[in-house]
């Protein structure tokens, strides 16, 4: 049970650990990192890892020295490698991986022939059991060592786990084989002993089990091996984003480009990226526009259009012409590294799943020992031969290991939140997972979610006899030197129609437009009171359309020049073109989805109605948003929320299950659960499904591995499963566990599927 933290400052400290071979190990390790004062701690088997949280100022050696203790090694991480190794993770050689690889290939060479002896009478030659012993001895003397090392490790703590059950099994069946070839009968020449699947009774000292120790090690081994690679390759994508990043710069100074390491950017540097090149940290463009490919980073397949002033991303790549890029964030400060921190931290947690079978792997160790033995009493004290009893209490040993049942959830979640960053969806925590389970409801918030939260000239309403044209050109020209919004809007879909016209005599009316001399007309753009000032009065086709436009949530821009009233300009923010879609597949998942606003109704109704959304809550205040989350809840639902928006942090953390726009505000996303790195909505249902996929894939796993351990033990126990396929069998439970955990790394994106 882990110490509570005293109140002020925690150091949180991370630490590898080495030596670990079942859950059962990392369930010792944390409690023993429990028991130091003030620390909470948590071991996780599948990365190898401790996430502790201690007070401040504590000495890490004093917790490594309690991992060495407790018969294991830990080291803190050793720092990043120089961003100019261009060697992959993937390939640089690991000495754990390694050795496993010897040593099965020298159990694979020894043990066949050991096993085909066993298995087949024909092959049994005058000698062969010599011939047996000779090839099984160091396949359970050296290729079986880490086994024996382990598990006389852990007796000097008094502990047990699955090393000792694989290694008392194995020495069992070789020390009663030489006891049968030295002393009993196994060792006369010409003797020879069918293979059978199950116990039968039979001369104990006439019978060798040297296939039985040589085959358990080989498969245990053999699922050791493709359980270490596997576990790599889990990892490879939270490797490949941290690699992701550009290694050099073309930095300026004084107007000259010098290339230099990334690590040696600074924040206000200015620097070029050419065509096809990534950008080396986030920043803003100072000169130039281009498209940025961004899909590594966030799955989006489409180029983003950027110009002076817009921020990009480090590890994207300029797809179109030269950038000059000034640095605003760097190293752990950018976006890619907060990726990266929020996959690891999900790989490296535990969900509620997780706990329950480190618990179980905690004291499963100590109940199948008790077993065997009482397996072995009840055969000799049935009065069945030695040989049988110990042939049962062994094959109890070998199947029960609850390898997989330690990999049931840390390989999911390895290989889920890996894809999800590859795809564009960060999740904060395994027990999120729970949560995407449970949830029926999904709130909308509108700006910036389901809409563009841009606003975009959606309707130009020319007077009787003036050209549409005309009326955006002298009205883009003006707003062109604005910086609000609405003026911006009109100033970029003006521009996209064609060259605008000098402006002269430019003047800002505060709150109610701009005036000024275009291609010698006076002209002035804003409001209707504007206008007014001038003595100028809008028609009634004008004034209706306006009203029209204004009733609808809309924003009516008036337009006037040499004393007339010449048009009105609509602007509003429109709904993002995948909104729609996004909503048909949040129903599609059990999903009730509600639009909250502070917008007017009509203007919410009118948005809910373009996306297929029928509960609609508006005229919400930004701090009563809580309080809707809070009715829903009160009324029996699970809620998830998607956000953007400072306004929305609070109710975001309120919601059962917090979705962040990525593009939102840095509050927002450090309220949510799920971070989706997209500004597009169908990524939400994209996260939801993954999650859900995840969490599935854990509880087959954690089904697989419990229910195979409660029918195998059993089996063994009734003498009805061969020692030998009983160690296949456990083999085999591990590497289906890793394999099913990677099956989700073909999760497809709807997205792709349907754009």
């Not at 590898?16 to 028991?35: D, H």
């Not at 073909?746 to 997205?751: L, M, P, R, Y």
């Given at each position: 049970?882990?110490?509570?933290?005293?109140?002020?400052p925690?150091?949180?400290i991370?630490?590898?650990?080495?030596?670990?071979?079942?859950?059962?190990?990392?369930?010792?390790?944390?409690?023993?990192?429990?028991?130091?004062?003030?620390?909470?701690a948590?071991?996780?088997?599948?990365?190898?890892?401790?996430?502790?949280?201690a007070?401040?100022?504590?000495d890490?050696?004093?917790?490594?020295?309690?991992?060495?203790?407790?018969?294991?090694?830990?080291?803190?991480?050793?720092?990043?490698?120089?961003?100019?190794?261009?060697?992959?993770?993937?390939?640089?050689?690991?000495?754990?991986?390694?050795?496993?690889?010897?040593?099965?290939?020298?159990?694979?060479?020894?043990s066949?022939?050991?096993?085909?002896?066993?298995?087949?009478?024909?092959?049994?030659?005058?000698?062969?059991?010599?011939?047996?012993?000779?090839?099984?001895?160091?396949?359970?003397?050296?290729?079986?060592?880490?086994?024996?090392?382990?598990?006389w490790?852990?007796?000097?703590?008094?502990?047990?786990?699955?090393?000792?059950?694989?290694?008392?099994?194995?020495?069992?069946?070789?020390?009663?084989?030489?006891?049968?070839?030295?002393?009993?009968?196994?060792?006369?020449?010409?003797?020879?002993?069918?293979?059978?699947?199950?116990?039968a009774?039979?001369?104990?000292?006439?019978?060798i089990?040297?296939?039985?120790?040589?085959?358990?090690?080989?498969?245990?081994?053999a699922?050791?091996?493709?359980?270490?690679?596997?576990?790599?390759?889990?990892?490879?994508?939270?490797?490949?984003?941290?690699?992701?990043?550009?290694?050099?710069?073309a930095?300026l100074r004084?107007?000259?480009?010098?290339?230099?390491?990334?690590?040696q950017?600074a924040?206000?540097?200015?620097?070029?990226?050419?065509?096809?090149?990534?950008?080396a940290?986030?920043?803003?463009?100072?000169?130039?526009t281009?498209?940025?490919?961004?899909?590594?980073?966030?799955?989006?397949?489409?180029?983003?259009?950027?110009?002076?002033?817009?921020?990009?991303?480090?590890a994207?790549v300029?797809?179109?012409?030269?950038?000059?890029?000034?640095?605003?964030?760097?190293?752990?400060?950018?976006?890619?590294?907060?990726?990266?921190?929020?996959?690891?931290?999900?790989?490296?947690?535990?969900?509620?799943?997780?706990?329950?079978?480190?618990?179980?792997?905690?004291?499963?160790?100590?109940?199948?020992?008790?077993?065997?033995?009482?397996?072995?009493?009840?055969?000799?004290?049935?009065?069945?031969?030695?040989?049988?009893?110990?042939?049962?209490?062994?094959?109890v040993?070998?199947?029960?290991?609850?390898?997989?049942?330690?990999?049931?959830?840390?390989?999911?979640?390895?290989?889920?939140?890996?894809?999800?960053?590859?795809?564009?969806?960060?999740?904060?925590?395994?027990?999120?997972?729970?949560?995407?389970?449970?949830?029926?409801?999904?709130?909308?918030?509108?700006?910036?979610?389901?809409?563009?939260?841009?606003?975009?000239?959606?309707?130009?309403?020319?007077e009787?006899?003036?050209?549409?044209?005309?009326?955006?050109?002298?009205?883009?020209?003006?707003?062109?030197?604005?910086?609000h919004?609405?003026?911006?809007?009109?100033?970029?879909?003006?521009?996209?129609a064609?060259?605008?016209?000098?402006?002269?005599?430019?003047?800002?009316?505060?709150?109610?437009?701009?005036?000024?001399?275009?291609?010698?007309?006076?002209?002035?753009?804003?409001?209707?009171?504007?206008?007014?000032?001038?003595?100028?009065?809008?028609?009634?086709?004008?004034?209706?359309?306006?009203?029209?436009?204004?009733?609808?949530?809309?924003?009516?821009?008036?337009?006037?020049?040499?004393?007339?009233?010449?048009?009105?300009?609509?602007?509003?923010?429109?709904?993002k073109?995948?909104?729609?879609?996004?909503?048909?597949?949040?129903?599609?998942?059990?999903?009730?989805?509600?639009?909250?606003?502070?917008?007017?109704?009509?203007?919410?109704?009118?948005?809910?109605?373009?996306?297929?959304?029928?509960?609609?809550?508006?005229?919400?205040?930004?701090?009563?948003?809580?309080?809707?989350?809070?009715?829903?809840?009160a009324?029996?639902?699970?809620?998830?929320?998607?956000?953007?928006?400072v306004n929305?942090?609070?109710?975001?953390?309120?919601?059962?299950?917090?979705?962040?726009?990525?593009?939102?505000?840095?509050?927002?996303?450090?309220?949510?659960?799920l971070?989706?790195v997209?500004?597009?909505?169908?990524?939400?249902?994209?996260?939801?499904?993954?999650?859900?996929?995840?969490?599935?894939?854990?509880?087959?796993?954690?089904?697989?591995?419990?229910?195979?351990?409660?029918?195998?033990?059993?089996?063994?126990?009734?003498?009805?499963?061969?020692?030998?396929?009983?160690?296949?069998?456990?083999a085999?439970?591990s590497?289906?566990?890793?394999?099913?955990?990677?099956?989700?790394r073909?999760?497809?994106?709807?997205?792709?599927?349907?754009?």
């Open positions: 049970m882990s110490t509570a933290l005293p109140p002020g925690v150091d949180r991370e630490l590898e650990i080495g030596g670990m071979t079942c859950a059962s190990c990392a369930m010792r390790i944390e409690k023993k990192l429990n028991k130091v004062e003030g620390v909470t948590s071991v996780n088997y599948a990365t190898e890892k401790a996430r502790i949280e007070p401040a100022g504590i890490p050696a004093e917790l490594i020295a309690v991992v060495e203790k407790t018969g294991y090694t830990a080291a803190l991480p050793a720092p990043p490698e120089p961003e100019t190794s261009n060697v992959d993770e993937d390939e640089k050689p690991d000495p754990e991986l390694i050795s496993l690889r010897q040593r099965l290939v020298g159990s694979i060479v020894l066949v022939p050991v096993i085909a002896m066993a298995m087949a009478p024909v092959l049994q030659f005058e000698y062969w059991q010599w011939a047996s012993l000779a090839l099984a001895s160091p396949v359970v003397l050296w290729a079986a060592w880490p086994f024996h090392k382990a598990a490790t852990n007796l000097r703590h008094g502990a047990a786990t699955m090393d000792t059950l694989v290694s008392v099994g194995t020495l069992a069946a070789y020390v009663w084989s030489l006891y049968a070839l030295f002393l009993g009968t196994a060792g006369t020449p010409g003797m020879t002993h069918p293979f059978t699947l199950s116990v009774p039979s001369d104990g000292a006439g019978n089990y040297l296939e039985v120790a040589a085959g358990v090690t080989m498969f245990i081994l699922g050791r091996y493709f359980e270490k690679r596997s576990k790599r390759q889990a990892g490879a994508a939270l490797r490949a984003l941290l690699h992701m990043g550009a290694k050099e710069v930095v004084g107007g000259v480009e010098t290339r230099i390491p990334v690590a950017l924040v206000g540097d200015e620097f070029v990226v050419r065509p096809g090149e990534k950008i940290t986030d920043g803003v463009i100072v000169t130039g281009s498209a940025v490919d961004a899909s590594m980073l966030t799955g989006e397949s489409v180029p983003v259009e950027v110009g002076v002033g817009d921020a990009v991303t480090g994207t300029n797809a179109g012409g030269r950038l000059v890029v000034r640095a605003t964030a760097i190293g752990g400060d950018t976006q890619l590294a907060h990726m990266a921190r929020l996959v690891e931290d999900a790989q490296s947690g535990k969900a509620e799943v997780q706990r329950l079978a480190d618990r179980v792997a905690g004291i499963f160790v100590p109940i199948v020992i008790a077993i065997a033995i009482a397996t072995l009493g009840f055969w000799l004290g049935s009065g069945f031969p030695n040989s049988a009893a110990f042939t049962a209490a062994v094959a040993l070998i199947i029960a290991c609850p390898c997989a049942l330690g990999l049931a959830t840390p390989t999911a979640l390895l290989v889920g939140t890996g894809r999800g960053a590859q795809m564009g969806v960060l999740i904060k925590g395994p027990e999120i997972l729970e949560s995407t389970r449970r949830a029926d409801t999904i709130v909308l918030d509108k700006t910036g979610t389901v809409t563009s939260g841009k606003m975009t000239l959606v309707e130009v309403v020319p009787t006899g003036v050209e549409r044209g005309e009326l955006l050109r002298l009205a883009g020209a003006l707003e062109h030197a604005s910086e919004p609405v003026a911006q809007a009109i100033a970029k879909a003006a521009a996209a064609g060259a605008l016209p000098e402006v002269e005599d430019f003047k800002n009316i505060e709150g109610k437009g701009v005036q000024g001399v275009v291609d010698g007309h006076l002209a002035v753009v804003g409001r209707e009171s504007l206008l007014a000032d001038w003595t100028l009065e809008l028609s009634a086709e004008l004034a209706e359309a306006k009203a029209s436009a204004e009733a609808e949530g809309k924003t009516a821009v008036a337009v006037g020049w040499d004393g007339e009233a010449r048009g009105v300009l609509i602007v509003a923010d429109t709904v073109p995948t909104s729609a879609e996004a909503v048909a597949q949040f129903k599609a998942l059990g999903l009730t989805p509600v639009l909250l606003t502070g917008d007017n109704k009509a203007v919410a109704e009118r948005i809910a109605a373009e996306v297929g959304i029928d509960e609609v809550i508006a005229e919400v205040m930004p701090a009563d948003k809580v309080e809707q989350v809070a009715r829903l809840q009324e029996g639902r699970v809620v998830a929320m998607v956000g953007d928006g929305d942090a609070a109710a975001l953390a309120k919601a059962d299950l917090g979705l962040a726009m990525g593009t939102g505000t840095d509050v927002a996303i450090e309220a949510a659960d971070t989706l997209r500004g597009d909505l169908r990524a939400a249902a994209d996260a939801i499904r993954l999650s859900r996929r995840t969490l599935g894939t854990i509880k087959g796993n954690l089904f697989w591995a419990f229910a195979y351990n409660v029918a195998a033990i059993p089996l063994a126990a009734l003498g009805l499963l061969n020692p030998m396929l009983a160690g296949a069998a456990m085999f439970s590497v289906f566990v890793v394999g099913n955990s990677l099956r989700l073909s999760f497809k994106s709807g997205i792709r599927e349907n754009a």
